[in-house]
């Protein structure tokens, strides 16, 4: 990854294991960096971007939350979809649309056609406020003064023909690559709200805990476990055979994942991939962005392929 972040997470704790921003720099050579147009400065790992079809966990969370789908419900993607005056394609407009598809398949799928169709029946101020819930527009607090708050629109903002952008990632929404793993954190949790944890411990010179592990910090239920288990459902559809296919380690390791291709105006989209593994009991959250990379299922899912190899290849050590 030239220009991206990488955040691997404890799936259970919430511990950032590993987090990486490229380009990086060298600390006794900032001058050097100052004028460089490639931004090495930055912590691209918590710096906001558009999210892409990544936002569409939300959707899925909030329809399912508030019974408005269910995944073996069947829709109609005819390739494209109408808000307004504004026309949406999916990504099977050339070739018809995917016609009739369930709900998880659109999910595994990344159906641009049917999270919109999801987007009208929530209307503005569900999604909104269910971003909000699942953590996006506020810091995750993990401790770095550098760390974005992403961007939820208000409900002022948006308007009905904002929906069709809003429901597939694009638009005015942003997110940051440590916010989407604590979404995943909340999927892979049951639905109990947890933050990422940076500092495990601090302690004094005599030994002494000066604050709670992470392990102690109270959490909250915000969505039901049932929810959770069939967002997790489709994720794994998504792996084995939707967009993310290009994610599966090859040590027969099940995973689920989300793959996001985010359209930024007058440039190469971003490449994204947010997924977990073992699918069964999680035990890491990877998160991959690649800036201006591309296709999410062809450049960040096989990114995150290889750091689940080394992971588990460095484990059976």
């Not at 999910?107 to 999604?127: E, T």
Request: glycine share 10%; charged share 20%.
């Amino acid at each position: 990854v030239n220009n991206g972040a990488i955040i691997v997470m404890g799936a259970t704790t919430g511990e950032i294991l590993a987090m990486a921003s490229r380009p990086n720099y060298k600390q006794y050579l900032l001058k050097e960096y100052f004028d460089q147009k490639n931004a090495p400065l930055i912590n691209r790992a918590v710096e906001s971007y558009t999210p892409g079809s990544i936002f569409k966990i939300i959707i899925l969370a909030a329809a399912l939350e508030e019974e408005l789908a269910q995944l073996d419900e069947i829709f109609y993607c005819s390739g494209f979809e109408r808000v307004g005056n504004n026309s949406f394609k999916c990504s099977s407009y050339e070739n018809g649309g995917h016609k009739e598809v369930t709900l998880k398949d659109a999910l595994a799928f990344s159906c641009n056609s049917v999270f919109i169709q999801l987007g009208l029946k929530l209307g503005k101020d569900k999604i909104l406020d269910y971003a909000k819930l699942l953590g996006l527009g506020e810091k995750t607090s993990i401790g770095l003064p550098e760390e974005k708050r992403g961007n939820i629109p208000t409900e002022k903002e948006v308007y009905f023909q904002d929906i069709g952008n809003l429901s597939i990632g694009q638009g005015a929404i942003g997110l940051t690559p440590i916010q989407a793993a604590q979404i995943f954190l909340i999927i892979t949790n049951n639905g109990e709200f947890k933050k990422p944890v940076l500092l495990k411990e601090v302690i004094d010179q005599k030994g002494n805990c000066l604050s709670m592990g992470s392990a102690k910090i109270k959490t909250e239920s915000i969505i039901s476990a049932e929810t959770t288990k069939k967002i997790r459902e489709a994720l794994e559809a998504a792996a084995e055979y939707g967009t993310a296919r290009k994610a599966n380690p090859q040590m027969g390791c099940y995973i689920g994942g989300k793959t996001g291709t985010a359209e930024i105006e007058n440039n190469t989209p971003h490449a994204w991939f947010v997924g977990y593994c073992p699918a069964k009991e999680p035990e890491f959250i990877v998160t991959v962005f690649v800036e201006q990379g591309g296709s999410g299922s062809t450049i960040a899912a096989p990114i995150f392929k290889e750091i689940i190899e080394r992971i588990y290849n460095f484990k059976g050590k």
